[in-house]
């Protein structure tokens, strides 16, 4: 089964501007801390900017200044606002979180899992 699904990716010119998102599948997935990374074709899968529980934030220096990961606690939902997108930037967007899952009443359970990636692709 899926629990964290996205949406946002698409094809923009250098410059332009994404906001991806990042959402569970179901409420009983709580989205904790969560992190955005980036996959170019043949490339390895780099972290590009994290979120902890607590909505601290830390950025790769390529994407710092440019690109805002939040979280909308209500909505379960992680974003990363990518603002000024350059060629380089184009890639499969991962998104990889910490789920504690509602289970039964008064029972949870806790894993890590990705989303099934988005593509961004930046023409010059």
């Known amino acids: 089964q899926v629990q964290l699904v996205e949406s946002g990716g698409g094809l923009v010119q250098d410059g332009g501007s994404l906001r991806l998102t990042c959402a569970a599948s179901a409420s009983r997935f709580r989205i904790n801390e969560a992190g955005w990374y980036r996959q170019a074709p043949g490339n390895q899968r780099d972290l590009v900017a994290k979120i902890s529980t607590g909505d601290t934030t830390s950025y790769a220096d390529s994407v710092k200044g440019r690109f805002t990961i939040s979280r909308d606690s209500a909505k379960n939902t992680v974003y990363l606002q990518m603002n000024n997108l350059k060629p380089e930037d184009t890639g499969v967007y991962y998104c990889?979180?910490?789920?504690?899952?509602?289970?039964?009443?008064?029972?949870?359970?806790?894993?890590?899992?990705w989303g099934q990636g988005t593509q961004v692709t930046v023409s010059s």
């Open positions: 990889n979180a910490q789920i504690r899952e509602q289970v039964g009443v008064n029972g949870w359970a806790e894993f890590g899992t």
